[in-house]
């Protein structure tokens, strides 16, 4: 098997995602690569939803094009998706649909679960047809029902896919290897995204449901039980983030997620992160604006606000997430980042990296470490006094969690303050603690993360940054596969910029800026700090996320 | 210290004479005094405004935020590190104006806090204008013309949301009001105080000497457990006199008793991590 | 056109079959009828979430704004064009979560609008998590554990708040819900009606037929003046049987009444602009 | 005369600010320009607040170092600002209070306050001393103590005038020329703003206080019953801009005035005045941050945060107020384009602006006009159906008011539309309706105005934005009256950036970004515009403003 592109479509409502999801695993399971994405619209019941699941035996990284199989819950899906089925493709649909196409495959899928007694083993079936269909192993299949069903729920859709796979003959004959042993995970970037925060021992996070992210914090609340943490569902956005700041001083690792519209309410806290010094992490998990936009979809439209977003000038990290894998090792950096440097920290996902579901090798937990940088308690006697925003030789002041040493108070004031932590209107403290403020910028600067070069050195070079990785890199890869010496940067840190590799690879080159936006915010980013600008850009602003055929058809026309 | 000397710090005071904030600095640290509470013990979250620089002006735990925001700075505190005692002592402005929602919230949200409002009608840092506890119809600076909306009635909306404790006080009886104090932060769950509160420079109508021939200190005829009567309590005005006491009061679950997840005493500030132990959340994805 | 048709627009709608959103669409487009009105003459507001979707699905002005933020909006729309009906109709997790504030203080101002409520008890559209009025306990996306703060009231906040009209509607009862709705939009100021919507995809409680076994419609023996007999209906729940109808009703100044310095029927919208006519405003700086 | 400074310090609620009004309106009725600044601490009794109140025979534009006296309310003014008193400087005050000092000229005000019965009057008797001391026409000042005071109060005011002005012997001799007409004015940047708004023809304006934005809203709210306008106090930032957006959706011209904090909250709003095409005037009066910091002090901080603040990408104006005067023209100015191109427009004050005062030719109310570009009604028949967001050939949408048009109905979306108003979700029409946003951004950069240059073609080009403009101008008229060739560039507006008079000015020069704030924000956006780098700063961040003398002291050591 090379690689298979499968889409499930059908209205809101109709199970899309589950199915879906049960593919995915079904052929992850068999030890295959998989990517797949989700293309949701804003509603709870009807209108079209639509998945889809590409499997190849090498790992994968963005989602493709053409389609070999379309699995179509209504009839909708044919229409809208059949231009992009390959020539030999085939469409699973039930048997009651009034679709005819030679590519056809109709199944009597509907009627079987009704004589099943039970409409909602539809999708058991159509797996079971999938399952059969591309030769895919019944035991493993049905251990993936297991896992999701119990007792008779379980039974019934048991039944549901041993009929279908008895029914199908094989219409993908399907040389699949061995199935090896389970060393690889199948996971979202919302899900790796919450294994790192989880590993970073985030103990606090407080939120307000906004799409797309929500299944962050779901996540985390379906956690918060096993792993001892407080997830709270607040009032509005900037309850939360004056929540997180509250308990990141009482010492908690505190955690906000949100989208732009959330994010916009939340600026004034992150404001007060800077001038209190607060560790805090924020997930900006970017869909298209402005204001409510295109609540489902995907953007990265959000960089330029990120970068300077809460009034007032004060240090912080911004980092976009690349892949799942990146989400979960970026989590944990950002929180140790965040402390010891008493700053904020602004981890920028989307939609497109928050819902596509890839397989990967396992994280790795051990790698990972927690760095708090809290100032030892017995170093304080009751005697000194501490002094929280104290101006030391090290350019960060010692943190101390308020009610750990008797005698020793903790204040953390928003106005300017003194060394103690009290008000002042004196101009010398003032500047002598913007400075410390902004030294701290300096620090992190030195310790950001150049980014990853992808490709070849040759006439032309991609600059990137976040989700676009995994379609920019499976684009430069076939580039380079057709003899096109083309190269990538993708910048996972973003604030404080790392300009060391782009000014060694950018000399000479064609630049070209590829981002889902339309003002093309790294490159104004690049300039402004580098004053290298971009030759071309390739911006894609729908709200759909770049495929690598994209990139690639456009580089064949524009720039190769 | 056995005084409530063991408050004090060296910072000058940035209110104006015969302000009610000097008497509320003092009645709370008398009570903190009295319930033997230690500096590091307690919390006191503020916002911003001229009550809100309260907490500067005493020896504890200070978080002193955003302009309305210091209720959910002080609930995640409090369910962070339960040991603290924590305090918002804060504007009406702050409280009700900018911070209304998270007022509101706050009363569903019940955790182990306790609120202190410092009522003086105005937004006393800014100069002047009316909070939204000032009467309709008054001139302000900011309100030329005069007041357009009904004041806000805090207690009321408390009441009306069931919080467990709800009282007013006010800066011109002090025993009463350090005897409130202490109940209120000894109650469990959240308390609201609302405190009268004269703005000499500001607000010249609801003087010291206005609320002294206006309050009345509820005795044993009011039953606080009553809901009705304390609704009908809190409706209460110049007219019927001002009442000041424990209007409502009620025991109910706090937050930290609905966290049925944490183990009972174990604080998330004392959480050991390890990121080793969150490898088991992975299993599922395999 | 003499029928509620003229109201309709051709506009799919991305509600769920069954839901009661329906209902309340049609009851609207009913009372908008009854009371002849034409749709430029009515302007609705809302914020974001599956109730939020309704301006798009009626034929008249839309103001579909922020989530939480549509109150704010209602109330200057109306300020400046005194001509429009003016309309809130929103979700509960707009209204009473997000826009907790501005709902508080949208009382307090008095405004002419009708501010109708869809109550589902969840944010629909967000999939499912505990909107505040969902009950203590129930479990949701996102509240997994169930939810730890108790369910917000917000009749008796209204009540508590001396809002002049305050009631409680429920799809299942149409032509009960029309005629409140009537009488909301006809009430001179500020004017909730709280609107029992089931959900029947996320919620799978407080459904349809749920209400129908609790509601009990207030009758001759209720008198909505007294305000204290109005909080205690605003408190009955399941057990009593949750009253629908007008709860509390008051007549008091509108902001518009306030309003002294505009000529009575001048209307911001018509204001003629003249840079020149400010000049006299620069005399006292000679 | 040439040029005089006079400080007036004392503590909060002794009366620094009336006498200081005082003595600044008599001087300017005296046919002087004065320009007068304050320093305010963020409280309301005791501290230390002053007052410096500069007076020529020429326009002036900045505050001064020097004194030329000193009248202290207490012992603290004095030591304070001992060390800036000139040679033959004298110090004005009270003989009750401990100061001894060569230049003391020791008055009896209090003790003769108190045998008129009065303690208040001690600011009038300390206008009497310095009017006489000036020799200034004492009937003038007698008419300014008039305009302010009545019947009793006036009285005993004009006996302490009169008092005063006889003990005094006079201590400067100045020969003050003929009085003329009346044909100046004096005000602060406050004051000519809250002109421009009325003259622009703002109707309704919504706020919530927050300092330096509250003398704005105080001014405006002052004069609403004349006006016959609506000033709302809002419950918060939220509810002000969305109060606003609401209005002027309805038909108002509508206003919100803020500070960094409250425009933090407001940012949500901003980018739904952007989604909806939504015309709306924000000032935005800076003081120095991040969160409380300096409430009451002045800072260029929030550029960069202005230029992208609320998520998504949106047309937006951003223009900086440079004077009194120019905020005046700015305004009206915003107001039109706001309406004219249907988004934002974003005034960008600050303290220092908002609160010095300065003598000024009269504000030309005859030059403005009002240009709303509203849809006739006319213009839509019942049959047509008006379309919001209708994509037409001049790229801007037709405009209409609610309620104006039996038949016709005014949709407004926060979600990406379709052409009416409904929401949409289809990919072509996100691009469509982008396009058509953002190339109202292209549009505005056609007509945005290019900075003033001040001063000569030379090798050091200063480069400046907004209210350093005044300090500014007299340190580059001093150099090059030093014979020193320097020039400058003051942005008014800053978004769309205009880069043609940079483009022309810069080549060859020494580039000196001059700000109020410590990471050089207008340096980063020309680099990012122009790819035109600074190649020296001279940045200030304590919150005091610019004076000429530290430019140019600053200039003499670093870049002549
Ligand atoms: C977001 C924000 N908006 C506005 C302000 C300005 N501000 C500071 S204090 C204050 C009002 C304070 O009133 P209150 O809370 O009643 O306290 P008081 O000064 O009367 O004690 C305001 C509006 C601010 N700091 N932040
Ligand atoms: C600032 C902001 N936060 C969050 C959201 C996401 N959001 C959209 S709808 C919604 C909840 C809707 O609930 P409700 O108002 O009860 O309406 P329903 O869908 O239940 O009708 C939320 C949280 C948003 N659009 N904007
Ligand atoms: S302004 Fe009023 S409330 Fe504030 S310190 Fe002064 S007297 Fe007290
Ligand atoms: S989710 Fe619930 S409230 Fe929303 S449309 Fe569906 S049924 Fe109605
Ligand atoms: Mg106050
Ligand atoms: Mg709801």
């Known amino acids: ?560 | 210290m056995t005084s409530p000397r063991r408050f004090d710090v060296q910072e000058e005071r940035a209110w104006c004479p015969g302000c009610g904030n000097y008497v509320l600095l003092a009645c709370l640290k008398e009570a903190l005094h009295r319930l033997d509470k230690q500096p590091h013990e307690v919390l006191i979250c503020s916002g911003i405004g001229q009550a809100a620089k309260l907490p500067h002006y005493i020896k504890v735990n200070c978080f002193n935020g955003l302009h309305g925001r210091s209720l959910p700075a002080a609930c995640a505190a409090k369910i962070v590190n339960p040991a603290l005692a924590v305090i918002v002592s804060t504007g009406d402005g702050d409280s009700y104006g900018e911070g209304g929602n998270h007022f509101l919230h706050a009363i569903r949200r019940n955790v182990d806090i306790a609120h202190f409002v410092h009522n003086n009608g105005v937004y006393g840092l800014t100069k002047g204008q009316a909070s939204p506890t000032m009467d309709l119809g008054r001139s302000t600076p900011g309100q030329a013309g005069g007041v357009r909306s009904d004041p806000l009635n805090p207690l009321a909306l408390a009441i009306s949301q069931d919080a467990g404790f709800v009282a007013r006080g006010f800066t011109g009886e002090r025993e009463h009001l350090i005897e409130l104090m202490k109940a209120a932060i000894d109650y469990r769950g959240y308390a609201l105080v609302d405190i009268l509160q004269p703005c000499p420079v500001y607000n010249k109508v609801n003087t010291l000497q206005w609320y002294k021939e206006r309050v009345r200190p509820l005795g044993g005829e009011h039953d606080p457990a009553d809901r009705l009567a304390a609704f009908a309590q809190s409706l209460e005005g110049d007219d019927g006199g001002i009442p000041i006491g424990v209007i409502y009061r009620k025991d109910k679950p706090t937050f930290a008793d609905r966290l049925s997840h944490l183990a009972a005493g174990a604080a998330l500030v004392d959480k050991a991590l390890d990121p080793r132990a969150a490898r088991v959340f992975m299993d599922p994805f395999f």
């Not at chain 1, 039930?94 to 999708?123: I, K």
């Not at chain 1, 047809?129 to 030769?135: E, L, N």
């Not at chain 1, 199935?179 to 899900?191: F, K, S």
């Not at chain 1, 607060?278 to 979809?297: C, D, K, N, S, Y």
């Open chain 1, 1 to 560: 098997m090379s690689d298979y592109n499968v889409l499930v479509g059908g209205a809101a409502g109709q199970g899309v995602e589950t199915l879906a999801a049960l593919i995915e695993k079904a052929f992850h399971r068999h030890g295959l690569w998989v990517f797949g994405v989700r293309d949701y619209m804003s509603r709870i019941r009807g209108g079209h939803n639509f998945a889809q699941v590409r499997v190849a035996d090498r790992p994968l990284h963005g989602p493709r094009r053409r389609l070999d199989a379309i699995v179509a819950l209504n009839e909708e899906t044919v229409r809208l998706h059949r231009d992009r089925l390959a020539e030999n493709g085939k469409i699973l649909s039930d048997a009651g649909l009034a679709v005819t196409d030679p590519a056809l495959l109709s199944l009597p899928l509907e009627r079987t679960a009704r004589e099943l007694g039970d409409p909602r083993v539809a999708g058991s079936l159509a797996l079971g047809v999938v399952g059969a269909s591309f030769g895919l192993d019944r035991a493993i299949v049905e251990g993936i029902l297991a896992e999701r069903f119990a007792g008779e729920t379980l039974a019934v859709n048991v039944k549901a896919l041993h009929g279908a796979w008895e029914w199908v003959t094989r219409h993908f004959p399907l040389p699949l290897g061995p199935r090896p042993e389970r060393d690889r995970i199948l996971v979202t970037g919302t899900e790796a995204l919450g294994l790192g925060v989880l590993a970073a021992g985030c103990t606090f996070s407080a939120w307000y449901p906004m799409t797309p992210a929500t299944p962050l914090m779901t996540f985390l609340s379906d956690r918060q039980g096993e792993a001892g943490i407080v997830v709270e569902q607040a009032e509005d956005e900037i309850a939360a983030i004056n929540m997180a700041l509250g308990a990141a001083y009482a010492g908690a690792r505190a955690l906000c997620a949100t989208s732009g519209g959330g994010f916009s309410l939340m600026v004034e806290g992150l404001s007060l992160a800077g001038m209190t010094e607060t560790p805090l992490v924020i997930a900006l998990m970017q869909r298209p604006g402005p204001a409510t936009g295109f609540p489902t979809r995907t953007e990265q439209g959000d960089l330029a606000f990120a970068l300077t977003a809460g009034h007032g000038e004060f240090p912080r990290l911004v980092t976009a997430l690349r892949t799942p894998a990146d989400a979960f090792r970026q989590a944990a950096r950002a929180f140790n980042l965040a402390e010891k440097y008493q700053l904020p920290a602004i981890l920028l996902g989307d939609q497109f990296l928050a819902d596509y579901v890839q397989s990967l090798p396992p994280l790795d937990f051990g790698s990972l470490s927690i760095d708090r940088q809290l100032l030892d308690p017995v170093a304080v006697g009751p005697d000194g006094e501490y002094l929280r925003y104290g101006l030391t030789g090290s350019g960060v002041s010692p943190r101390l969690l308020p009610g750990k040493v008797p005698g020793q108070v903790v204040m953390l004031c928003s106005d300017e303050h003194t060394p103690r932590g009290n008000i002042t209107e004196a101009a010398d403290v003032r500047t002598a603690m913007v400075n410390k403020r902004m030294g701290k910028q300096a620090m992190l600067s030195r310790e950001v993360e150049e980014p990853e070069f992808l490709g070849e050195d040759g006439p032309v070079l991609f600059v990137a940054w976040g989700s676009t990785y995994g379609p920019l890199r499976e684009a430069v890869e076939a580039l380079n596969g057709e003899g096109h010496r083309v190269g990538a940067l993708v910048f996972g840190d973003l604030w404080p910029l790392p300009t060391g590799r782009l000014q060694e690879k950018a000399p000479g080159k064609l630049l070209v800026n590829v981002e889902q936006n339309h003002s093309g915010q790294l490159a104004r980013l690049l300039r402004q700090e580098t004053r290298i600008a971009c030759d071309r850009s390739l911006l894609k602003y729908d709200g759909r996320p770049f495929t690598a055929d994209d990139i690639i058809v456009w580089s064949r026309e524009e720039v190769l």
